[in-house]
Each structure stands twice: as C-alpha cells, then as structure tokens.
C-alpha cells in the first residue's frame, strides 16, 4: 500500500510539474512566434503606407482598392521638380506708380518624370502580394478603407490598412490571444490589430513599437 501511495505521489509530482513547466514554456513560445509573425506583417503595412503616401502625392488622394493601388504602382510616374527663387519686374507696382520695382519670387521647374514603382520598390514585385497577410497558413487580407476627415471645415485625405492579432495568431492559444489582445505597453503592439494610418484622425503612423522598425 506504501508503494502505491508513493507511486501516485510521484505521478500528481510529475504532473504538477509538467503544468507549471507549461505555464512557463508556452507564453515565452507565444511570444517567439508573436514576435517573427509580427515582424512580417509589418514589412507589408510599410509597403501598404510607401504605396499610399506616393498615391497621395501624385493625386492628392488615397485608394481604398487594393487593385486600384497596384494598377497605380504599375503605371503611376513621379513628377521631378526642382524650386528656385528669382526676381522679375513688379509690373502692377510699375503701372500704379510709375517707378520700376522688383519683387522675389519661387519658380517650380519641371525637370522630368520617374516611375513609382521603380522609385519605391526597384526590382521587386512584392507589391503585387502586399495586401497579403504573409503568415503560412493563413488566408487573409489586409483591411484597407480611405477616405477624409473634416478639419476646421477642410476635408483632409487619410486612409488605414489593418489586420486583426487574432488573424495572425489563429493557431495559437486562444486565451494568450485574448490576453494579448487587451496588452498596453510602449514596448509592444497595443490593441487587438496591427495598423498603419487612421480613419478618424490625420495619421500615417503605424501602431507598433520601434523595435519592429520605424513607425512614422
């Protein structure tokens, strides 16, 4: 009967201990494999923001298409300009003072033209999947919505791309999910997406820490 007792002590032992090895080893897994699938998808919401911030500078607008955004990187050029400030006769001075008077003035030249996709992405095609959630295994898009806010009665151009942590995350432990989910720290991703730009607010920032790279 001994034995036994001490058999059945050793099995609640081991299995007590296998829960708290557990409690240890899964989060700092979670975390690894948070971290690396983080990384990825930032890549493409840079990508997705490089896009249309050039989209805005050619049209004065953002896309909310993702074929649309692709066809403009396809086929969009960049107009090359160069500022210099020179000076010219101030002719209405002239006319209604009868004194010659000269005045400074800001000429924008036109010095030729440069491909969008060339400028921002070189010899590279990954444009083409940017809209991709690059996570194996996972079968999704990124969100992309655009649009303007009012300020101060000016309709301003913004625009967001934005994918759920729980999308990016879906085979992982559901209540590590929902814990990180609800995290709030300057050293992590806050809330429950990862997000580049805003639809309520002028913002072209993502919402990641700079250890993922640069925000802005």
């Known amino acids: 009967m001994k034995l036994v007792i ?7 032992i081991i299995f007590l201990g296998y829960l708290v090895f557990n409690s240890i080893y899964e989060p700092i897994q979670f975390n690894k494999i948070k971290e690396a699938r983080y990384a990825k998808v930032i890549e493409n919401l840079k990508d997705i923001r490089d896009a249309e911030l050039a989209h805005r500078t050619v ?8 074929d649309n955004l692709v066809r403009f990187i396809d086929t969009a050029q960049f107009t090359l300009t ?3 400030d020179t000076t010219i006769l101030d002719e209405e001075y002239r006319k209604t003072y009868g004194v010659d008077k000269y005045k400074e003035i800001t000429v924008i030249d036109t010095l030729g033209y440069a491909s969008v996709k060339d400028s921002l992405f070189k010899n590279s095609d990954r444009y083409k999947t940017m809209m991709n959630v690059p996570i194996k295994g ?5 969100d992309l919505k655009a649009g303007t806010v009012d300020k101060n009665g000016t309709q301003i151009p913004v625009f967001e791309a934005k994918i759920a942590k729980a999308v990016i995350l879906q085979d ?3 209540d590590l999910i929902n814990q990180e989910n609800e995290v709030v720290s300057v050293d992590n991703v806050n809330g429950p997406f990862i997000s580049v730009g805003s639809m309520e607010d002028v913002n072209t920032s993502g919402n990641w820490p700079k250890v993922y ?4």
């Open 172 to 174: 992982q432990d559901k």
């Open 59 to 66: 049209t004065g607008e953002f896309e909310g298409e993702w």
């Open 82 to 84: 160069q500022r210099r």
């Open 6 to 12: 001490q058999l059945v002590l050793w099995i609640v």
């Open 213 to 216: 790279g640069d925000a802005e």
């Open 138 to 142: 996972v079968d999704a898009k990124f």
